[in-house]
């Protein structure tokens, strides 16, 4: 008899001491399973390069095949990874960021058109061409020592003066971009989390003939033991080349 009491005792205290355990739980806010102090046990969701470019280009409502100079870059920002990614179609330039969990972050899109010294360059040939025989002719007699008096004209590039950082802010032939110096620093700075102006070197150049007269930025990014070098379109903001070596 003694002992049926005894063990009776026994669970009533057990009960007791689990209900105060429960109660306590709840008061404390903690949800069965969960971590205290708001933590959680689940790992950070990434969806990946193939699914952040699915994202970009389901917004943007272009198909992959129909894409040119496709980019696609693992960047963090304060430890939030994101994917920079851009491409160009239908005459039209598109940059995105995606959050690794398939969040839009950004996206700009831009019209491309041809530069404006392009379409001179074209006109110009034409006019001088027809219009130069029909002025009053000079006797071949007095042509060479006319020629001889005539300076010849430099067309080559024009380098500015740096501004202490190594930027260049000259212009080099007849280029006119639709992007200032300010604007294109922002753009390739940005794809370099925590670099400065400090750390960039970068000049308008337009003399290049494999770009058949495109007017470009190109420069130099040194940062955090890395070097980047890059080809920006001046007018379109397109990033044309980008390379990075590690010292």
């Not at 002025?135 to 060479?144: E, T």
Request: glycine share 8%.
């Amino acid at each position: 008899m003694k002992n049926a009491k005894t063990f009776g005792k026994i669970t009533a205290i057990a009960a007791a001491l689990a209900a105060l355990f429960t109660l306590t739980a709840c008061q404390n806010g903690l949800a069965p399973g969960a971590a205290p102090n708001g933590g959680t046990t689940s790992s950070a969701v990434d969806i990946g390069r193939d699914a952040a470019l699915s994202a970009a280009l389901t917004d943007a409502g272009v198909a992959e095949s129909d894409t040119d100079r496709l980019h696609v870059a693992e960047g963090n920002d304060d430890g939030r990874k994101f994917y920079d990614i851009e491409f160009t179609a239908a005459s039209r330039s598109y940059d995105y960021e995606i959050a690794s969990d398939g969040t839009i972050l950004s996206s700009d899109v831009k019209t491309l058109s041809q530069p404006a010294a392009q379409s001179q360059a074209a006109s110009a040939p034409s006019t001088s061409s027809q219009s130069a025989p029909a002025q009053n002719p000079v006797p071949a007699s007095s042509a060479p020592a006319a020629a001889s008096s005539t300076p010849a004209t430099y067309n080559g590039p024009n380098y500015g003066a740096n501004n202490g950082n190594g930027n260049g802010s000259g212009n080099r032939g007849s280029c006119s971009p639709a992007l200032s110096l300010a604007e294109a620093s922002q753009i390739v700075l940005a794809r370099v989390p925590g670099a400065t102006e400090q750390n960039l070197r970068i000049e308008l150049d337009h003399d290049h003939d494999h770009d058949h007269g495109r007017c470009t930025y190109e420069g130099e990014i040194h940062y955090n033991g890395s070097e980047y070098e890059f080809e920006l379109d001046a007018n379109t903001g397109t990033v044309l080349e980008w390379s990075q070596e590690d010292a």
